[in-house]
């Protein structure tokens, strides 16, 4: 799960990676394989020709289980604690590849689940990790003069590139071996505030890296005058030099250097933590930035704060913009872009359009042409609450699209309390008394426990993203929507540049059920043809074993928690990952109302078959450890289909659970 960018602690060493160079082409997917972290380049997270029926998934079943190869370190070492598993794997003719929390590479035999080779970069060495654990979210499979290549990120802030066949090193690629984030933007940055996770894409011929930045201090991070800036590089795909850089913030001169004051000179965050997606057709690249720092207070960042919370269309051959849309002004609440926007093909009355369609936190659905950044549908700029914290700077309006509806819960409002029973309520009308409450991008206030936030920072939709189907144009959307409190707080000028920071945490309700009623999270068919809604359907069972809801007679509630999606023309695949309550957000706000009930079950560690014309559940299996952490994929092996799934992680063993969905 991504909550922030916080990275602690000092890092070091390396490892020598060797190389040599040839003629490189982008991967291109074969039937059968999932060749891309999200599916492909377009994110369509979806899987051609699949062999998974309704018939065949009510008899779907674990078939292997691997576990990923870093356990024995951490169980080991307590100073190598992992997160969550939210490492999403590649499947390529037949062999399942992935990385693990502290960035240890398997190759997998897709059918089998048998090892068949493994490596440790040693990139977790001298501990430094993110701000709840070593985490790693996936890699990408190049190929280089007819070689199978892959390339991986580490945590400390390196690229490596190995042959995909025996897990051994490349030789001359880069320096030797590897490309270095830290020195790779504007200025040379500390190595302990960056982090690469996020699997980098290919396009144009170049690299174009994702990267973590310390950006924000509501964990009491002492803050830096100096932070690493949300840049991103283009990587000769080749040779592994830098071929491009684009400035973000924008440097004087630039577009967007008169959007931040006096903070363009110093402010950083700002980054592509998610991953971008690419046209491979006309060589764009769509990268998807982040928050500036820090992420609740902007008093030194008076301005819109181009190009945070903007999707930039970049020609990746040069890193030159093409043209660029900023969703949030002036940022106040976290709402970055967590995941590059769906590429499709869309038939708009009449009109084909080559489409671009970026979700985000918020709930909102942007749709624009590709090409001219033009938006399909009106976007308007429309009046924003403003705030009361002395001395902040308020944009006073935001961006709303005209359509499609947003796919979310939108604001903190007392009609939407949970009413199960009237004790219930009374009980979550205490709890939300206690916060600033009202419309969407209501800012942070420093009364009571601050504002409660619906999306809160998680989303929305997460960095889990969305699905679609290329032949059809219809988005198949996971979301949640648990709140979060984001309260105001005042900093000392005199050890601090910032005057004011935000302290975060989640929002429970009553008797360990979330505090609004439900469905807790949905999977939604959006036709981008029309812009509307096809159906809507609970993401998962949920807690459907609390007395309250079992009393309601619901049969499904959906998980207070993301989901992770594959799609085929026939099957939707979906897992949450609401096993755990990891953010601990029931226990919080019981602990804040003198509750000590424990949180409702919350279990669904489910892998679900969803029939995409109807959004009827067709089947489900139980998984084991957990539901997914990170990326499901679906692929063929062997004459048969499966599904991959990323369980477990934060203290327990890692895992890559594989699933037969074909007879």
């Excluded at 602690?8 to 160079?21: D, E, K, Q, R, W």
């Excluded at 491979?280 to 945070?308: I, K, Q």
Aim: some cysteine; hydrophobic content about 35%; overall charge neutral.
């Amino acid at each position: 799960m991504h909550i922030k960018r916080n990275y602690g602690l000092a890092l070091a060493s390396a490892f020598l990676l060797l190389g040599s160079s040839f003629l490189t082409q982008p991967s291109v997917a074969k039937d059968g394989d999932w060749t891309e972290y999200n599916g492909d380049k377009t994110a369509s997270r979806y899987l051609a020709n699949g062999l998974a029926t309704k018939e065949s998934v009510k008899k779907m079943k674990v078939v292997w289980r691997f576990k990923l190869p870093d356990h024995k370190l951490s169980t080991e070492n307590v100073d190598l604690r992992t997160w969550v598993n939210e490492s999403t794997p590649l499947a390529i003719d037949g062999v399942v590849y992935t990385n693990s929390g502290l960035g240890l590479l398997a190759a997998v035999d897709g059918a089998t689940g048998k090892e068949l080779w493994s490596f440790d970069p040693g990139g977790y060495q001298n501990y430094q990790m993110s701000n709840l654990g070593f985490i790693q979210r996936g890699v990408t499979h190049i190929t280089q003069g007819g070689k199978s290549r892959i390339l991986a990120p580490t945590s400390n802030g390196y690229l490596i590139l190995l042959d995909a066949k025996t897990g051994q090193p490349v030789k001359s690629w880069g320096d030797n071996g590897r490309f270095d984030m830290a020195n790779a933007l504007r200025r040379p940055v500390a190595r302990d505030l960056i982090m690469s996770d996020s699997p980098p894409v290919v396009c144009g011929g170049n690299i174009i890296p994702s990267l973590g930045v310390f950006d924000s201090f509501a964990t009491g991070a002492v803050p830096h005058t100096n932070h690493p800036p949300g840049d991103i590089v283009g990587i000769d795909i080749e040779t592994g030099k830098r071929n491009w850089i684009f400035h973000n913030p924008p440097l004087e001169g630039e577009v967007g250097h008169n959007t931040w004051g006096k903070g363009a000179k110093w402010i950083g965050g700002a980054n592509m933590w998610a991953r971008a997606t690419c046209d491979d057709e006309t060589g764009t690249v769509y990268a998807p930035f982040s928050s500036p720092t820090n992420d609740f207070a902007g008093e030194e960042r008076p301005g819109n704060n181009l190009f945070s919370q903007t999707l930039v269309a970049i020609d990746a051959k040069t890193g030159k913009r093409n043209w660029h849309f900023q969703f949030v002004h002036h940022d106040l609440l976290d709402y970055d872009l967590p995941t590059g926007p769906n590429l499709l093909d869309v038939t708009v009355k009449g009109k084909k359009i080559k489409a671009a369609v970026q979700l985000t936190k918020q709930g909102f659905v942007y749709a624009f042409d590709r090409v001219t950044g033009k938006p399909i549908w009106p976007i308007n700029e429309m009046p924003a609450p403003k705030g009361d914290v002395p001395g902040e700077w308020y944009s006073p309006t935001q961006p709303i699209p005209s359509h499609p509806k947003p796919y979310s819960r939108q604001g903190a409002f007392e009609k939407d309390l949970v009413d199960y029973t009237p004790e219930l309520r009374k009980e979550a009308k205490k709890i939300f008394g206690r916060y600033c409450t009202g419309a969407l991008f209501t800012p942070p206030c420093a009364k009571g426990l601050g504002t409660m936030m619906v999306p809160g920072v998680l989303g929305g939709v997460s960095w889990a993203g969305a699905a679609h189907n290329p032949k059809t144009g219809i988005m198949y959307i996971p979301e949640f929507t648990s709140p979060f409190g984001i309260k105001s707080k005042k900093l000392n000028k005199a050890t601090s540049p910032f005057a004011h920071t935000g302290t975060w945490h989640g929002v429970g309700g009553p008797d360990g059920l979330p505090l609004f009623k439900p469905p807790y999270s949905t999977l939604n068919a959006l036709d981008m043809n029309t812009g509307e809604y096809l159906w809507r359907v609970p993401a998962g069972r949920g807690p459907i074993n609390h007395p309250a809801i079992k009393a309601a007679g619901l049969k499904a509630v959906g998980v207070a928690h993301q989901s992770f999606i594959a799609i085929t023309d026939d099957i939707i695949f979906i897992s949450p990952n609401g096993d755990v309550d990891i953010l601990g957000t029931n226990t919080r706000s019981n602990a804040l109302i003198g509750q000590t009930k424990p949180e409702a079950e919350q279990t669904d560690p489910h892998l679900y078959a969803y029939d995409p014309k109807t959004g009827d559940m067709l089947s489900s299996v139980k998984l084991p450890v957990s539901g997914a952490f990170g990326g499901i994929i679906t692929y063929k092996a062997g004459g048969k289909q499966y599904v991959a799934v990323p369980v477990g992680g934060a203290g327990v063993a890692s895992e890559l659970v594989g699933i037969q969905v074909s007879d």
